[in-house]
């Protein structure tokens, strides 16, 4: 059974810190690696790909993969009220289909 | 900005009933998704079409579940006989390519079985 593990949280930080989303996945054959954004009643909005080894970024935020230790990351730097959502991961190998873990609920408090 | 669109937002239906969701993808995208999300629970793969044939599907595509693009626009899930555990939001995705696998979702429809 392929997984994706993440933290439910919820992960309160104060604006303007840095939040740090983590997320460990179980099939060493995953290839791309997603983080998706879902505000509360809404679908999941794309917001950063990966898809080899190190950092990757855009804008606030940034992206880390480790292979080796099968886990990503998400940083989002000087966070913002508005950035108050559940930050999916989701992982694909050699198929079709993405793998999404539960999702990781951020609170930024002004 | 292209965008996947998907109809009804929500439909209610009794325990029984047959239930077609439809999903317009962006279009120039090749490869069609549905997804589901229970509420409070995560995002489940159902299945993945390209071609004009689905590529891969789950455990949960039973029987009861078909999908098509009947023109060249539309894609439809169809749930033959809806039980009260189908009850949840199902989302369609589409992607340019299988390779990026960069998933663009709709707004979701949300069924409720009663």
């Known amino acids: 059974q392929k997984e994706v593990e993440q933290n439910s949280g919820p992960l309160s930080v104060p604006e303007g810190a840095i939040a740090s989303l983590n997320c460990t996945y179980s099939?060493?054959?995953?290839?791309?690696f997603f983080w998706y954004r879902q505000y509360s009643g809404k679908s999941p909005e794309l917001i950063m790909s990966?898809?080899?080894?190190g950092d990757k970024e855009d804008g606030r935020f940034t992206a880390q993969l480790n292979k080796a230790s099968q886990y990503v990351s998400l940083l989002i730097r000087d966070s913002q009220p508005s950035d108050s959502a559940t930050y999916l991961c989701?992982?694909?190998?050699?198929?079709?289909?993405?793998?999404f873990g539960t999702g990781t609920r951020l609170q930024v408090f002004p | 900005e292209p965008e996947v669109t998907q109809t009804p937002s929500h439909q209610v239906t009794q325990m029984g009933q047959e239930v077609i969701l439809r999903c317009v993808p962006i279009?120039?995208?090749?490869?069609f998704y549905w997804y589901r999300q229970i509420l409070g629970q995560k995002v489940e793969f159902l299945v993945s079409?390209?071609?004009?044939?689905?590529?891969?599907k789950s455990e949960i595509f039973d029987d009861q579940f078909s999908v098509e693009r009947p023109d060249g626009s539309n894609f439809t899930l169809k749930i033959r006989s809806t039980k009260l555990e189908d009850s949840a939001m199902y989302f369609c995705?589409?992607?340019?390519?299988?390779?990026?696998?960069?998933?663009?979702f709709g707004e979701g429809s949300r069924l409720t079985v009663l």
């Open positions: 989701a992982v694909n190998g050699d198929t079709d289909k993405l793998i």
């Open positions: 995705a589409s992607s340019e390519a299988h390779s990026t696998g960069e998933l663009f």
């Open positions: 099939d060493r054959v995953s290839q791309s």
């Open positions: 279009s120039n995208h090749l490869y």
């Open positions: 990966i898809y080899s080894n």
């Open positions: 079409f390209y071609n004009n044939e689905i590529s891969e």
